[in-house]
Antibody, heavy 119, light 110 residues
Framework: EVQLVESGGGLVQPGGSLRLSCAAS????????MNWVRQAPGKGLEWVSY????????YYADSVKGRFTISRDNAKNSLYLQMNSVRVEDTAVYYC????????????WGQGTMVTVSS | QSVLTQPPSVSAAPGQIVTISCSGS????????VSWYQQLPGTAPKLLIY???KRPSGIPDRFSGSKSGTSATLGITGLQTGDEADYYC???????????FGTGTKVTVL
């Protein structure tokens, strides 16, 4: 079964750090570009970051640029999001998503992991 | 702040047709592919349409997508109670070098 499973969410204080993980199974992880998408409580979807299949190219939303770092370990079929200097407004469910097609569509999503930034 | 604009809500009776618009610009919809996602309450989003009009395996042909200029439309025919959800459009934005989602539309089956 093709699956993505996120972990690492939790409660963190403003200014703190957190590392999210996404474990992939059921497909050739190293062949796919991957993304992180988040959703604040009661709000819409917000794209966070992209990484190419090799890890050589990354992109970030302006809201997280310079604070978050996306990475992957193809040998471990895993995607990561290092979150530093977190802010209250980073509170959200974070999803990892597989990218397909010519147009950057996200066809496989994890169940999400909740990150709460609060003192 | 979303750069793709959708109506906040649409509604129709079972069996009817609804359309959801998604308005953008030349940097996103105008020159890139559009995707559509369905998010049922409490669940992760699900891909409905990719590359403007293509349906992933398992998505019924009641769902359709189209694009014209800087706007895109999702159509749902034969509306069912199980279609009650939030729907989002999305596209790569070449100016932002990032993916943008629409503001989201809540579909209600009357």
């Amino acid at each position: 079964e093709v699956q993505l499973v996120e972990s690492g969410g939790g409660l963190v204080q403003p200014g703190g750090s957190l590392r999210l993980s996404c474990a992939a199974s059921g497909f050739s992880f190293s062949s796919y570009e991957m993304n992180w998408v988040r959703q604040a409580p009661g709000k819409g979807l917000e794209w966070v970051s992209y990484i190419s299949s090799s890890g050589g190219a990354t992109y970030y939303a302006d809201s997280v640029k310079g604070r978050f770092t996306i990475s992957r370990d193809n040998a471990k079929n895993s995607l990561y999001l290092q979150m530093n200097s977190v802010r209250v407004e980073d509170t959200a469910v974070y999803y990892c998503a597989r990218e397909v097609g010519a147009g950057d569509a996200y066809d496989i999503w994890g169940q999400g992991t909740m990150v709460t930034v609060s003192s | 702040q979303s750069v793709l604009t959708q109506p906040p809500s649409v509604s129709a009776a079972p069996g009817q047709i609804v359309t959801i618009s998604c308005s953008g610009s030349s940097s996103n919809i105008g020159n890139n592919y559009v995707s559509w996602y369905q998010q049922l309450p409490g669940t992760a989003p699900k891909l409905l349409i990719y590359d403007n009009y293509k349906r992933p395996s398992g998505i019924p042909d009641r769902f359709s997508g189209s694009k014209s200029g800087t706007s895109a439309t999702l159509g749902i025919t034969g509306l069912q109670t199980g279609d009650e959800a939030d729907y989002y459009c999305g596209a790569w934005d070449s100016s932002l070098s990032g993916y943008v989602f629409g503001t989201g539309t809540k579909v209600t089956v009357l």
